[in-house]
């Protein structure tokens, strides 16, 4: 992991390759798990602004990955996709396009799957600044109703304030020093009033109607048969034959849903098991062997390789460091 911090800046700036670093990293002012969904090597570019009353994290991913949590309840919360992956993007399975708003229901928890090679930006607003400027802006429109829907579709508007999303990610990234200005958390706080005359007005807005694909059911019921199973031997064919399906639409699912396929999925299911295993085990008493042969891995080499591919370290490493700690 690396990070800079210019000083009097308000930027971070991180590579992970690995999804609990990720998730410690994001955790300041919420409580999430972030899971990888696919078996490929993970690189994560995650850009914080943090200000008063507004914060931003720009998240751009090679691999998919599952965040669920608890949000803050100091703040509230608004996501915008500014780049799409290889899939969609899910919030609590329905299938999110472009030009949706999303995700500010603060009762609601988070459940979201991002695809790989996208970018998401998270804007967290503090309430009481947020209700403050929706008052002096007139909008008594965005009340406890309108906050419940979690979704609302903006097309003709949404794409001017992804525009400037997309310019402070870059001056972020590329001119951090043009930040550093006294007058930057005033630019930072002009997102507000700008972020709520994008919202129509309630006479006037389109709530988002959105599904989830056919095959989303399928997939995880898929998935719970696999959590259940995990220390059982599991062949395409036999999962298909529980599931009363036939690979194409199983394996289709999948690439839709979670961007892998249904056996790669399985084995990175397993290998959050082990380290699961490995990080609550007795170094001293512990056989890695043992613990992969119990969740299927025959290979050693091929399993090792994996478990370095998926965490950035060996599994011997994650028992070191659990002697360490």
């Not at 947020?130 to 007139?138: G, I, K, N, S, W």
């Not at 095959?215 to 062949?235: C, D, G």
């Not at 979670?258 to 290998?271: D, E, I, V």
């Given at each position: ?35 990888q969904l696919s078996l ?107 906050f419940k829907a979690n ?175």
């Amino acid at each position: 992991m690396m990070s800079s911090m210019i000083s009097s800046c308000p930027i971070r700036q991180y590579c992970f390759r690995n999804s609990e670093a990720l998730s410690q990293a994001l955790n300041a002012r919420r409580q999430t798990t972030i899971r990888q969904l696919s078996l490929n090597p993970l690189q994560c570019n995650l850009l914080l602004i943090e200000s008063e009353p507004i914060s931003f994290s720009f998240s751009e991913t090679s691999c998919s990955l599952h965040v669920a949590g608890v949000k803050d309840k100091r703040c509230l919360e608004f996501s915008f996709i500014l780049q799409s992956g290889q899939q969609d993007f899910f919030a609590h399975e329905q299938a999110i396009p472009e030009t949706t708003l999303f995700g500010f229901d603060p009762t609601r928890e988070v459940n979201l799957i991002v695809p790989a090679n996208s970018i998401i930006c998270v804007v967290q607003i503090q309430r009481d600044a947020f209700d403050c400027c929706a008052e002096l802006m007139q909008r008594s429109d965005l009340n406890a109703q309108f906050f419940k829907a979690n979704f609302v579709t903006v097309p003709n508007m949404i794409s001017g304030v992804q525009a400037h999303l997309k310019k402070l990610y870059a001056i972020a990234m590329h001119h951090p020093e043009h930040l550093t200005q006294p007058r930057s958390h005033h630019r930072l706080e002009d997102f507000i009033p700008l972020l709520i005359d994008s919202i129509p007005h309630a006479s006037s807005r389109l709530e988002a109607s959105l599904q989830s694909p056919r095959r989303f059911r399928l997939v995880k019921q898929a998935e719970e048969y696999m959590r259940a199973h995990l220390e059982t031997p599991i062949t395409l064919m036999s999962l298909c034959q529980v599931l009363y399906t036939s690979e194409r639409p199983l394996t289709y699912g999948f690439r839709e849903v979670y961007g892998s396929s249904p056996m790669a999925y399985l084995k990175t299911l397993r290998l959050y098991a082990v380290r699961t295993q490995l990080q609550q085990a007795k170094p001293t008493t512990t056989k890695i062997a043992e613990i992969a042969k119990r969740f299927d891995f025959q290979s050693l080499g091929h399993f090792s390789r994996d478990y370095k591919t998926m965490f950035g370290e060996l599994p011997s490493e994650t028992l070191k460091q659990v002697f360490r700690d």
